[in-house]
């Protein structure tokens, strides 16, 4: 990965959505009836937005911002055959140590119109992709919005949820083992990542699951049951992704979009071994939140693979703080120094700023901010760099 003498900026997919569409993905996920003809009408003004937005804020790559998408993994339901019913997410286990934090947190949520992603539907059938049409008008009406709005972008990407994040989001309550359910969803959805890349355009695999379910799914399990789970899903991903360039392919693992004490976060160097494990080049983790900035430095430690890079998460997408320009500048060399060469780092954001419709904590006007003041910070380090 060649930044020549630049250093590149991107983000982690999810942009604030409009409160028209955010008010319609809310109808939609509680079961009320829509007019779809208006929900079309506003993602295309919508994803045509945040296309410009992109462009203005200085973003080397963009996306589509979700904005077609109710939340980073539900909006897979409608795309696979399987699912059905209701089943319950596990609360945080470090919200549970704090539980007038909690209280609080859930108060907030509650006075908020949005899409809650806590009680998904559960695997009731065979889990099969049977909607790739719906697949293929979502990269076919991005990259049309990307070629009328900023004609000379040369690189985009788009996401799509990490087989382990639908197995411990989705519950299985068909196959036998855990083991059957992973590998027919990391077969189902590897029709997304090989369309992405097919068409294209850069992959993104969202996969929180391969560090926040350890506080969640497997908090009260050992260690080591949890980084199996993490192994498996790695393996899983490798399969789903043969036959794509492993330059096309980034793997985005954070420990939660989520405002809490974080403090049972597995640490970074527990899992990052197995993350180094995936057959992909570009590695975003998130380093601007107070909880696991230190943690670049274990990329000394455990260094890149030769041709991996680094995305870095230089802005904290969960406080309407806008960064310093040197902040960021700072963080950006930071992560320099850890991977011993700037053409091996991008900058990006932890994480997304609307991972569920309504859920951003940050206003749409001061994400943006961010990522303008991003691309400021970003040329400051590379002025230093090279």
């Known amino acids: 990965m060649d930044s020549l003498n630049k250093i590149l900026i991107t983000h982690t997919g999810s942009l604030p959505r409009p409160d028209a569409l955010t008010k319609l993905y809310t109808q939609m996920v509680a079961g009320e009836p829509i007019d779809e003809g208006i929900l079309d009408q506003h993602i295309a003004s919508a994803t045509r937005s945040v296309i410009k937005q992109q462009r203005d804020s200085g973003i080397d790559i963009p996306n589509n911002g979700e904005q077609c998408r109710e939340a980073f993994f539900l909006y897979i339901q409608r795309r696979m055959k399987g699912f059905g019913g209701r089943g319950s997410r596990k609360p945080w286990g470090d919200l549970l140590d704090y539980p007038e934090f909690a209280e609080f947190s859930q108060a907030n949520f509650a006075a908020k119109t949005m899409v809650s992603n806590r ?8 889990v099969k992709y049977v909607a790739p049409e719906k697949n293929l008008a979502e990269i076919h009406n991005f990259k049309t919005i990307l070629s009328e709005e900023w004609p000379s972008c040369s690189s985009a990407f788009i996401t799509a949820p990490s087989p382990g994040m639908l197995a411990a989001a989705m519950h ?9 359910y992973l590998s027919a969803l990391g077969k189902a959805v590897s029709i997304e990542y090989h369309a992405a890349v097919n068409n294209g355009l850069l992959l993104q695999i969202d996969a929180p699951d391969l560090a926040m379910e350890r506080h969640l799914t497997f908090a009260d399990k050992p260690v080591d049951t949890f980084l199996k789970f993490a192994e498996d899903v790695v393996a899983q991903i490798n399969k789903a992704i043969i036959g794509i360039p492993s330059d096309k392919i ?5 420990w ?7 403090h049972l976060d597995v640490p970074l160097k527990e899992i990052l071994p197995i993350l180094l494990k995936a057959n992909v080049d570009g590695l975003m983790l998130p380093f ?3 909880r696991h900035q230190h943690e670049i430095d274990v990329l000394r430690d455990m260094p890149l693979g030769a041709n991996q890079y680094l995305i870095a998460g230089v802005v904290d997408p969960l406080t309407n703080f806008i960064e310093h320009p040197e902040v960021i500048a700072q963080r950006i060399e930071s992560a320099t120094k850890a991977t011993g060469d700037p053409t091996k780092v991008q900058a990006g954001t932890d994480c997304g700023f609307d991972t569920a419709a309504g859920m951003g904590r940050v206003t749409s006007d001061i994400a943006w ?8 910070g970003a040329q400051i380090a590379a002025s230093r760099l090279f």
């Not at 009680?119 to 065979?126: D, W």
């Not at 980034?250 to 954070?254: A, M, N, P, Y």
């Not at 939660?256 to 974080?262: Q, S, V």
């Open 369 to 376: 901010a961010k990522l303008k003041v991003m691309r400021e």
């Open 119 to 126: 009680n998904p539907p559960v695997a009731l059938k065979e």
């Open 288 to 290: 601007a939140n107070p």
């Open 250 to 254: 980034r793997l985005h693992v954070c």
């Open 256 to 262: 939660g979009n989520y405002e809490g004490p974080h």
């Open 172 to 180: 299985n309550r068909y196959y036998q083992n855990d083991e059957e």
